[in-house]
């Protein structure tokens, strides 16, 4: 007994994929193949871009131009739509999913002028082939990620997706030297000075360059409606790390203690996992490890004791501050982790930050 199995790729390939093919071929300029085929250079160009469907005149002419049969122009263009149809049946339900008002919003998609067209756009963005290619490689995120707010991570997977995906794009653009753990963990004491300055436009350059000098790539997105996470880390090769930070909660405590939290997931952890942060603290091993490794980066351990013992003023969270070179603001984030003081005291000591519209 036998079967024939059908073939049903998972991307669709337009008829102007051949024009475009045999015009270059044949040396025909744009401005050449629209003339030769009665058409304005806009339509001409449709019809390349695959937004123009191939009608019997279209073929005709596309004959008479390019060789090839009539036959063969219509059937290539029922396949493309065919194939685009079925590929794209769950568009609906997927863009849904995306935060697409931020997204463009952001200046991550350009908005496209037909709403048929928004998929192949977020395809593009995601530089997948289609929206089952989509699910298949970012159902392994949720399995992947250490989320600290896992309840709103499982309600907009899409929405983190979109950010994760931002991050690589910029991670992907910059140059960075090979990844060098030691030499990244040196930079540490660096880093830790920075949180001294106030100004993000003073002290994010210089982080950026700490990070490409050592081999991370250093990410700030701006996290979409629906997406919860503060930060994350991942490899992009085995000699490129990936830090993203989303400024999520505008204040320096958050940001700073967030970014010595994933550079610990980056010197401690394998270079193969994927770390998602949010705010609520999980209690796995890993995410134990880098919440340690952060407290005592930002507080060395010699100086624990005095910070549980401070008078818990202003003044005197602000001399010490000074004393140990780091911002008033991480003072009063672990003075308020280890419950010294409550959620809302001296959080007048925090530096805000703000998005720009």
Same mark, same amino acid.
């Given at each position: 007994?036998?079967?024939?199995?059908?073939?049903?790729?998972?991307?669709?390939?337009?008829?102007?994929?051949?024009?475009?093919?045999?015009?270059?071929?044949?040396?025909?300029?744009?401005?050449?193949?629209?003339?030769?085929?009665?058409?304005?250079?806009?339509?001409?160009?449709?019809?390349?871009?695959?937004?123009?469907?191939?009608?019997?005149?279209?073929?005709?002419?596309?004959?008479?131009?390019?060789?090839?049969?009539?036959?063969?122009?219509?059937?290539?263009?029922?396949?493309?739509?065919?194939?685009?149809?079925?590929?794209?049946?769950?568009?609906?339900?997927?863009?849904?999913?995306?935060?697409?008002?931020?997204?463009?919003?952001?200046?991550?998609?350009?908005?496209?002028?037909?709403?048929?067209?928004?998929?192949?756009?977020?395809?593009?963005?995601?530089?997948?082939?289609?929206?089952?290619?989509?699910?298949?490689?970012?159902?392994?995120?949720?399995?992947?990620?250490?989320?600290?707010?896992?309840?709103?991570?499982?309600?907009?997977?899409?929405?983190?997706?979109?950010?994760?995906?931002?991050?690589?794009?910029?991670?992907?653009?910059?140059?960075?030297?090979?990844?060098?753990?030691?030499?990244?963990?040196?930079?540490?004491? #660096?880093? =830790?000075? $920075? %949180?001294?300055?106030?100004?993000?436009?003073? *002290?994010?350059? &210089?982080?950026?360059? +700490?990070?490409?000098?050592?081999?991370?790539?250093?990410?700030?997105?701006?996290?979409?409606?629906?997406?919860?996470?503060?930060?994350?880390?991942?490899?992009?090769?085995?000699?490129?790390?990936?830090?993203?930070? #989303?400024? =999520?909660? $505008? %204040?320096?405590?958050?940001?700073?203690?967030? *970014?010595?939290? &994933?550079?610990?997931? +980056?010197?401690?952890?394998?270079?193969?996992?994927?770390?998602?942060?949010?705010?609520?603290?999980?209690?796995?091993?890993?995410?134990?490890?880098?919440?340690?490794?952060?407290?005592?980066?930002?507080?060395?351990?010699?100086?624990?004791?005095?910070?549980?013992?401070?008078?818990?003023?202003?003044?005197?969270?602000?001399?010490?501050?000074?004393?140990?070179?780091?911002?008033?603001?991480?003072?009063?984030?672990?003075?308020?982790?280890?419950?010294?003081?409550?959620?809302?005291?001296?959080?007048?000591?925090?530096?805000?930050?703000?998005?720009?519209?």
């Amino acid at each position: 007994m036998s079967s024939v199995l059908e073939f049903r790729p998972q991307w669709a390939s337009s008829p102007g994929d051949t024009i475009s093919d045999v015009l270059s071929e044949k040396s025909i300029s744009l401005a050449e193949f629209a003339s030769s085929i009665n058409e304005s250079i806009d339509r001409a160009k449709d019809l390349i871009e695959g937004r123009a469907q191939i009608t019997l005149g279209i073929a005709r002419q596309l004959e008479r131009v390019l060789g090839g049969s009539v036959q063969f122009w219509m059937s290539r263009d029922f396949q493309y739509r065919e194939d685009s149809a079925r590929l794209h049946a769950p568009d609906k339900g997927w863009l849904a999913e995306l935060p697409l008002g931020d997204m463009i919003r952001f200046g991550w998609l350009q908005p496209v002028p037909k709403a048929s067209e928004e998929t192949a756009a977020c395809l593009r963005f995601f530089n997948v082939p289609s929206v089952g290619a989509w699910r298949a490689k970012y159902a392994s995120v949720q399995a992947m990620a250490a989320f600290r707010t896992s309840r709103s991570f499982e309600s907009r997977p899409a929405a983190v997706a979109a950010w994760l995906r931002k991050a690589e794009i910029e991670g992907e653009a910059v140059s960075c030297a090979r990844w060098n753990p030691s030499g990244f963990e040196n930079a540490l004491t #660096s880093i =830790r000075r $920075l %949180t001294r300055y106030k100004d993000p436009d003073r *002290f994010l350059p &210089e982080l950026s360059e +700490l990070c490409s000098t050592n081999g991370v790539a250093l990410a700030i997105v701006r996290p979409p409606n629906g997406c919860r996470a503060s930060g994350a880390t991942k490899f992009l090769s085995p000699q490129k790390a990936l830090l993203v930070l #989303s400024f =999520r909660h $505008l %204040t320096d405590d958050q940001f700073w203690f967030t *970014f010595f939290h &994933e550079s610990g997931h +980056l010197l401690l952890h394998s270079n193969q996992s994927m770390f998602i942060e949010g705010v609520d603290t999980s209690q796995t091993k890993e995410e134990n490890e880098a919440n340690d490794f952060a407290e005592h980066a930002l507080i060395p351990a010699e100086h624990i004791y005095a910070m549980l013992s401070l008078r818990l003023d202003s003044v005197e969270v602000i001399k010490f501050a000074r004393k140990i070179g780091i911002s008033p603001g991480l003072v009063v984030g672990q003075l308020q982790h280890h419950k010294r003081i409550r959620p809302n005291q001296l959080n007048g000591l925090k530096r805000r930050f703000a998005w720009e519209k």
